[in-house]
């Protein structure tokens, strides 16, 4: 039960950050330039994290699933820590947010092995 809570909650936490990237919403179209990436890659961004939330929720049933949701978010975090802390550098206190991402995503994979 706590496993399909942990996946639904990253899904969906997820889900709503590639809606925000696909949408170009103005704030993050902003936080976009100060990471001086391109534009197109916030597409692309959204798209896979979009794509991540929905084989996540596969998960669910699908430990395969679950596992390369969790490797593409583990993937994403990592960038989204890099492009805070070093590329914006912004305060610890902004990657807060993709460091819990970044922990619960190995611990649905470590989970999904057992």
């Given at each position: 039960?706590?496993?399909?809570?942990?996946k639904v909650s990253?899904?969906?936490?997820?889900?709503?950050?590639g809606i925000i990237k696909v949408s170009r919403v103005?704030?993050?179209?902003?936080?976009?330039w100060h990471y001086q990436y391109p534009l197109w890659f916030l597409t692309v961004t959204g798209i896979l994290e979009i794509a991540g939330a929905l084989a996540m929720t596969a998960g669910i049933w699908n430990r395969?699933?679950?596992?390369?949701?969790?490797?593409?978010?583990?993937?994403?975090m990592a960038g989204a820590i890099h492009a805070h802390m070093f590329r914006a550098r912004q305060s610890v206190i902004m990657v807060i947010p993709a460091m819990i991402c970044l922990i619960v995503s190995i611990m649905i994979i470590m989970g999904s092995y057992t």
């Open positions: 039960m706590i496993s399909i809570i942990t990253l899904a969906v936490f997820m889900l709503a950050g103005p704030f993050q179209v902003e936080h976009w395969y699933a679950a596992i390369g949701a969790g490797v593409l978010f583990v993937v994403l």
